[in-house]
């Protein structure tokens, strides 16, 4: 349908509310299109885009209307990703970054909600919940930073940067490794381990200003794609944060948590929609080429060829198989009343990630192999499409690996059940 938006191509029963801000999102496309093979080129992300979002509320697209906010949801924010994957898919995934910063106002306030924490400990939680959400419906961009160049071999993530309390506040040292928007964001919301805690409930959150004494940007690294989400990362060396810019009171983290639908801190399904609607803008200019090119001597299309046809089945089917497993995975993590437990959410999610990013790449490869020598270049839509879409492969990790935990999740279920039914 030619009035259809873009972002209802993966969310396609849009309520009247949620249309209103997809077409929020829809009139920011042209803009990041254009500037799509520039910021791949310069491999800098286009400054100039984070007035362009800023104008049109979207950094607030997903905070509560009570904040002031645009009130969206997850299905909004997976529509905004996918949509702005279609344009340029590095503005994408450098938005999605920002709106993860939302889980740590929301995710707060509903651990209260749910009476997780103790009455002297509200005050604090709410004030620093609040202050991210007020930000971000206020203009402010935050980069969240999780990612560490210190990694371990029984954790997805392993957060070495350390808060040590000093007279007025914290002082951060650390590195985050990866972590878009880096040299652009106003603020970097930084996840740090309080010193002499080594469990969960000493990870604590901080509100880092961009320019604060002690912040530096790692090295720039010449990434093989999104090469214009500035993902470089930055070193903290004792910085100093105020008391009020942090959140530190014990176990907050893992409470906030236990309040997420989805796996780790919920939202992480919208990085996949990044690659989706990347994948869907190689497919379409694919098509859309091999269709109206033909071939001299029969002047028939060269899609109709068999070997095309082959390719552009193949093709079809991997964007397919990425688009069920997203809904799927939507389904799953908003619907009302839930239809899945929290634990098969998350082993859900285990196998989806890794799937439809390796399904997306897929779709890429197959337009490599159907656009022949004319698009294997750097600055091509299909050179590009292959680029971006290999990072998926590496930052959502391989579908292996999700096997491999959704494998451990679920029979460790059965093994529990098998345990609670022996006779005593």
Same mark, same amino acid.
């Given at each position: 349908?030619?009035?259809?938006?873009?972002?209802?191509?993966?969310?396609?029963?849009?309520?009247?509310?949620? #249309?209103?801000?997809?077409?929020?999102?829809?009139?920011?496309?042209?803009?990041?299109?254009?500037?799509?093979?520039?910021?791949?080129?310069?491999?800098? =992300?286009? @400054?100039?885009?984070?007035?362009?979002?800023? &104008?049109?509320?979207?950094?607030?697209?997903?905070?509560?209307?009570?904040?002031?906010?645009?009130?969206?949801?997850?299905?909004?924010?997976?529509?905004?990703?996918?949509?702005?994957?279609?344009?340029?898919?590095?503005?994408? !995934?450098?938005?999605?970054?920002?709106?993860?910063?939302?889980? @740590?106002?929301?995710?707060?306030?509903?651990?209260?909600?749910?009476?997780?924490?103790?009455?002297?400990?509200?005050?604090?939680?709410?004030?620093?919940?609040?202050?991210?959400?007020?930000?971000?419906?206020?203009?402010?961009?935050?980069?969240?930073?999780?990612?560490?160049?210190?990694?371990?071999?029984?954790?997805?993530?392993?957060?070495?940067?350390?808060?040590?309390?000093?007279?007025?506040?914290?002082?951060?040292?650390?590195?985050?490794?990866?972590?878009?928007?880096?040299?652009?964001?106003?603020?970097?919301?930084?996840?740090?381990?309080?010193?002499?805690?080594?469990?969960?409930?000493?990870?604590?959150? =901080?509100?880092?200003?961009?320019?604060?004494?002690?912040?530096? &940007?790692?090295?720039?690294?010449?990434?093989?794609?999104?090469?214009?989400?500035?993902?470089?990362?930055?070193?903290?060396?004792?910085? =100093?944060? %105020?008391?009020?810019?942090?959140?530190?009171?014990?176990?907050?983290?893992?409470?906030?948590?236990?309040?997420? @639908?989805? $796996?780790?801190?919920?939202?992480?399904?919208?990085? +996949?929609?990044?690659?989706?609607?990347?994948?869907?803008?190689?497919?379409?200019?694919?098509?859309?080429?091999?269709?109206?090119? +033909?071939?001299?001597?029969?002047?028939?299309?060269?899609?109709?060829?068999?070997?095309?046809?082959?390719?552009?089945?193949?093709?079809?089917?991997?964007?397919?198989?990425?688009?069920?497993?997203?809904?799927?995975?939507? !389904?799953?993590?908003?619907?009302?009343?839930?239809?899945?437990?929290?634990? &098969?959410?998350?082993?859900?999610?285990?196998?989806? #990630?890794?799937?439809?990013?390796?399904?997306?790449?897929?779709?890429?490869?197959?337009?490599?192999?159907?656009?022949?020598? $004319? *698009?294997?270049?750097?600055?091509?839509?299909?050179?590009?499409?292959?680029?971006?879409? *290999?990072?998926?492969?590496?930052?959502?990790?391989?579908? &292996?690996?999700?096997?491999?935990?959704?494998?451990?999740?679920?029979? *460790?279920? #059965?093994?529990?059940?098998?345990?609670?039914?022996? %006779?005593?």
């Amino acid at each position: 349908m030619a009035d259809r938006l873009t972002g209802e191509r993966l969310v396609d029963d849009m309520t009247v509310e949620e #249309k209103a801000r997809a077409a929020l999102v829809e009139q920011v496309l042209p803009a990041l299109r254009a500037k799509a093979e520039q910021a791949d080129r310069d491999g800098a =992300f286009p @400054r100039e885009h984070l007035g362009t979002l800023r &104008e049109a509320g979207l950094l607030g697209l997903i905070v509560p209307e009570e904040y002031g906010g645009l009130g969206g949801t997850l299905r909004d924010l997976a529509a905004a990703t996918y949509a702005m994957g279609t344009a340029c898919p590095s503005t994408a !995934l450098a938005f999605f970054f920002h709106n993860t910063s939302a889980s @740590r106002g929301l995710l707060p306030l509903e651990a209260i909600e749910s009476g997780l924490f103790a009455d002297d400990e509200v005050p604090v939680v709410t004030a620093f919940a609040e202050k991210v959400l007020r930000l971000m419906s206020g203009g402010t961009w935050l980069a969240n930073f999780a990612s560490e160049s210190v990694k371990s071999s029984s954790a997805n993530i392993a957060i070495a940067t350390t808060a040590v309390e000093v007279e007025g506040g914290w002082e951060l040292t650390g590195e985050k490794s990866f972590g878009c928007a880096t040299g652009i964001a106003d603020y970097y919301l930084v996840t740090a381990r309080l010193d002499g805690t080594e469990t969960a409930d000493g990870l604590a959150m =901080f509100l880092v200003p961009r320019d604060a004494d002690g912040v530096t &940007e790692r090295p720039f690294w010449d990434g093989i794609g999104m090469r214009g989400s500035a993902n470089h990362g930055i070193k903290l060396d004792r910085v =100093f944060i %105020p008391h009020a810019e942090a959140l530190t009171v014990p176990g907050a983290f893992v409470k906030m948590l236990q309040c997420s @639908r989805g $796996s780790f801190v919920g939202n992480q399904l919208a990085i +996949t929609a990044v690659y989706v609607g990347a994948a869907q803008g190689v497919y379409d200019d694919t098509l859309d080429r091999l269709t109206r090119k +033909t071939f001299a001597d029969t002047g028939r299309s060269i899609a109709e060829s068999p070997m095309h046809q082959v390719i552009i089945g193949n093709m079809t089917e991997n964007l397919e198989t990425a688009y069920l497993w997203l809904r799927r995975q939507l !389904l799953i993590e908003t619907c009302e009343p839930p239809i899945a437990t929290k634990s &098969e959410v998350y082993a859900q999610w285990r196998i989806a #990630k890794g799937s439809i990013c390796q399904a997306a790449f897929d779709v890429a490869v197959n337009a490599l192999k159907a656009s022949g020598t $004319s *698009s294997a270049t750097m600055n091509g839509v299909v050179g590009r499409a292959l680029r971006d879409l *290999s990072m998926g492969l590496v930052m959502t990790f391989p579908p &292996e690996r999700g096997r491999l935990e959704a494998a451990s999740v679920i029979t *460790s279920n #059965k093994a529990n059940e098998l345990f609670a039914s022996v %006779p005593k």
